[in-house]
């Protein structure tokens, strides 16, 4: 359901929000080799959320990206939708054009409300809730 650029930006700002918890600004290098992504894919998904204001960079040898504490509570559909749009959420769950409540697919109404379900999860989830203690060490953010 989610882009592979949209799961890595999700990966990717999780272990910046981690990081940045602990007062660290981390590099591309660093967050590719923790979420395992391709170092320039991930740069490119990163500058184009910190334009969007969804983290910060600083340049330099010492440079990377973090989040501030007010970022950090930045929900994950927010960063969905910033990267993939509102397609998942309001869409066709077929991907038909035609598909609405007035001309509904066969599945469209049992859709509707598993996509409802899925975009309350999303935006009741912020980034801070990842860097937690007890939550920081129950996943990892390499994909097997």
Do not use: W
């Not at 959420?89 to 409540?101: I, N």
């Not at 066969?106 to 937690?132: D, G, V």
């Amino acid at each position: 359901m989610l882009s592979k650029t949209c799961e890595y930006a999700l990966r990717a700002m999780i272990y910046v929000a981690q990081q940045s918890r602990k007062g660290k600004v981390v590099n591309i290098k660093e967050i590719s080799e923790n979420i395992d992504s391709p170092e320039l894919f991930i740069g490119k998904i990163l500058q184009g959320l910190s334009k969007q204001g969804f983290l910060k960079s600083s340049k330099g040898r010492y440079g990377g990206f973090f989040i501030s504490e007010k970022d950090a509570e930045t929900s994950l559909a927010d960063i969905i939708i910033a990267i993939d749009g509102d397609k998942m959420f309001k869409g066709c769950g077929v991907g038909l054009a035609y598909c609405s409540d007035i001309n509904p697919c066969p599945i469209h109404n049992e859709y509707k409300t598993a996509r409802s379900l899925m975009y309350n999860i999303y935006k009741k989830t912020t980034l801070i809730q990842f860097t937690e203690k007890k939550q920081e060490t129950k996943f990892f953010l390499k994909r097997e």
